[in-house]
Nanobody, 124 residues
């Protein structure tokens, strides 16, 4: 089994910064994609940023230039540095990863995992 454990959320004033972390642990062969989603009250979950192995990170338009996603492959960890935070960034942020695991001898499967969510509140 695999676990994604998030940390780093909290309350910050507009214009402030936060850094989210998400560490994957368990039965992992490799991780293809790691990303961050968010869900504000009354809204659908949306992709914030995603980083695919060997590719350039992608961002939702409203966070471009303010958020930066990065990975430490040795630690199976993804980070989201959030700067110039705005009240509209307030949401529960979820880590997501597509992880390859052995399902049988010599046979790999890829599965989608989610973290438990961490609250980010931007308010004065």
């Amino acid at each position: 089994q695999v676990q994604l454990v998030e940390s780093g959320g909290g309350l910050v004033q507009p214009g402030g910064s936060l850094r989210l972390s998400c560490a994957a642990s368990g039965s992992i062969y490799s991780i293809n994609t790691m990303g961050w989603y968010r869900q504000a009250p009354g809204k659908e979950r949306e992709l914030v940023a995603r980083i695919i192995t060997g590719s350039t990170p992608t961002y939702e338009d409203s966070v471009k230039g303010r958020f930066t996603i990065s990975r430490d492959n040795a630690k199976n960890t993804v980070y989201l540095q959030m700067n110039s935070l705005k009240p509209e960034d307030t949401a529960v942020y979820y880590c997501n990863a597509q992880i390859a695991q052995f399902v049988a001898v010599g046979r790999l499967g890829e599965y989608d995992y989610w973290g438990q969510g961490t609250q980010v509140t931007v308010s004065s």
